[in-house]
């Protein structure tokens, strides 16, 4: 198989188009990302960013268009092409899913470590010494106590939970990760440690990131780019200092004056 | 205490031979041999209701009757016995319903219809061991969904069966799993082997008998063909270990078998005895060299 193209975007978005019944979820969204981008996608509630995520993320296939990811050995390819296996597999490897509520992302009734290690074990990995070692590294790289490796998720607090669905996502170093509201639901003190976290993660791994948020604060803090989507269509999109100090859309104009100041 | 001596069962003309009708043996005939192609691989079935409860045996009391034969002989164990509620009952069912000849011997029996243990002596060609299986899907307690399992089974990711392991390490610091241990069969499938002690694992492992089990309310089949490879999952670094006992057996001396511990009095007493049965009996009767090492007090 062809290596990985390096001039060719990690992930290239093409007139993406999802209806639910007659109703328009997704109409004509197009973009593609660059290895270590994060592009932030905002918008109010029912704009289509979550139905966006689904089908960015294999969950949901499209009914028009193509999402294609740069494949670590073949290059560009359509994921909706690919066998199931394959896109399972591809999930489990080189992509990261954080979901918004903990407790969908993470296995509530096996300890932490477990958590953590799960997909190396689903990789092949064998041998108990060096999982062990891998979740208790991992522990320590997203902030949870150590000694908290055998517990189970459910003692753990809210932003405790995110963490850990954080490290367990990208324990195989992903190269692409999917971040479904990872602050929503988190006290502004949490916010801020998870917010910190994810930044110096993702710069350190060098990961690429698709951000869904109806945080402004969160995009500014993170994404390089931003896209903002109205009715399932994307309005306007671009630099995420340059979209937030100079809005050229009404929508998106709206969107950063109805921001509360402090 | 042995069938033999129990009053003589008389067979009953009523009903059909070995209770099920042709149509529903022929269904599940058809089931087990689908089960047979794919080792390992779990088939749907069309469950009868049995005239005894989910629980007691239904799966392999069905799968029993479609394979049964008037020229066969039945052996049923239930926790390695011959003489339990459910080994007795059963084995009293189908000398009612099919008049077939029952044994309490490992080596002359055809069938074997068991509940918890595989029998000490090792089987031989031509012997089938019919299991009945509460619980088929091995994934079952950490993902709930079918759906799911059906595709972790069809897409073989099979990663999940070693949370279980890894975090029976975690907590108890070796693999404590001792009964419904999983098992890879010929290297594809994962499978539940039924609620037999780990310690009968090694007996699954390229087995000269055909194993065949039967779950009555989860309506699942599966097969274990003769002579296919059964490893038990582990760690590299914590391999698959059966358990071992510190005393032989109280009555004939074994110290190679699966041993249950008996209660003998309120006062604490208790001692170590083979689970099967006749295994037991056997070395009983014959010339048994080794000496118990210590007998009930």
Redesign the interface.
Request: aromatic letters at 4%; proline letters at 0%.
């Given at each position: 198989m062809a290596p990985s193209d390096a001039s060719a975007p990690l992930l290239q978005v093409d007139a993406v188009r999802r209806c639910y019944g007659t109703r328009v979820a997704l109409d004509q969204v197009s973009f593609e990302l660059w290895p270590g981008e994060i592009l932030a996608v905002v918008g109010e509630s029912g704009s289509g960013k979550s139905t966006l995520l689904h089908v960015l993320a294999g969950l949901q296939a499209p009914d028009g268009g193509a999402v294609r990811f740069n494949l670590r050995d073949g290059g560009p390819h359509d994921i909706y092409c690919l066998t199931?296996?394959q896109r399972?597999a591809l999930t489990r490897t080189d992509w990261g899913l954080v979901h918004q509520n903990a407790t969908d992302g993470l296995?509530m009734?096996?300890?932490a470590?477990?958590n953590v290690?799960?997909?190396p074990?689903?990789?092949g990995e064998?041998?108990?010494?060096r999982?062990?070692r891998l979740a208790l590294e991992w522990l320590e790289r997203v902030e949870i106590d150590p000694s908290r490796?055998?517990d189970t998720p459910t003692t753990f607090s809210g932003g405790m939970r995110q963490r850990l669905q954080i490290a367990r996502n990208l324990v195989t170093l992903p190269r692409l990760v999917f971040l479904d509201e990872p602050t929503s639901g988190l006290d502004v003190s949490v916010q801020a440690k998870l917010l910190d976290l994810l930044r110096r993660l993702t710069r350190q791994l060098g990961l690429a990131a698709v951000l869904v948020t109806h945080d402004l604060a969160v995009a500014r803090l993170l994404a390089d780019r931003t896209m903002v989507m109205q009715r399932g269509c994307v309005v306007e999109a671009g630099l995420t200092d340059q979209l937030l100090d100079d809005p050229a859309h009404p929508y998106t104009q709206l969107l950063v004056a109805s921001v509360l100041p402090p | 205490m042995t069938a033999a001596q129990q009053a003589p069962v008389v067979r009953d003309p009523h009903v059909n031979f070995a209770y099920l009708d042709e149509r529903t043996k022929r269904m599940i005939r058809r089931a087990l041999l689908k089960a047979v192609c794919i080792p390992g691989h779990q088939v749907p079935f069309g469950s009868r209701e049995m005239p005894l409860p989910y629980g007691w045996g239904t799966g392999g009391i069905q799968v029993t009757a479609a394979i049964l034969g008037p020229a066969d002989t039945l052996k049923v164990i239930d926790q390695g016995a011959d003489d339990t509620v459910n080994a007795v009952n059963i084995r009293r069912f189908f000398q009612r319903t099919a008049g077939i000849a029952v044994t309490t011997d490992t080596t002359r029996a055809d069938i074997i219809q068991t509940r918890h243990r595989i029998p000490e002596t090792p089987l031989r060609e031509g012997q089938i061991l019919v299991y009945q299986v509460p619980a088929p899907e091995p994934m079952q307690r950490l993902e709930p969904r079918r759906s799911e399992t059906r595709k972790l089974h069809g897409l073989a990711e099979y990663g999940l069966m070693h949370v279980k392991l890894y975090e029976d390490i975690a907590r108890y610091g070796h693999i404590a799993t001792t009964y419904d241990y999983p098992v890879l069969v010929n290297g594809r499938y994962v499978m539940s082997p039924s609620p037999i002690p780990k310690f009968d694992n090694p007996k699954m492992h390229r087995s000269p008998a055909l194993q065949l089990f039967g779950a009555g309310r989860e309506k699942r089949i599966y097969a274990v063909p003769p002579y296919t490879s059964v490893a038990s999952l582990a760690f590299d670094d914590h391999p698959f270990s059966v358990q071992r006992w510190e005393s032989a057996c109280a009555l004939c001396g074994a110290t190679d078998s699966f041993l249950d511990e008996w209660i003998t009095d309120d006062q604490g007493a208790r001692m170590f005895v083979c689970s099967d049965s006749h295994y037991c009996a056997t070395r009983q009767a014959g010339a048994v060299s080794t000496e118990p090492s210590h007998g009930p007090e």
């Open positions: 199931e296996g399972r296995r009734n096996v300890s470590g477990a290690i799960e997909r074990m689903a990789l064998r041998h108990y010494g999982l062990r490796i055998d | -």
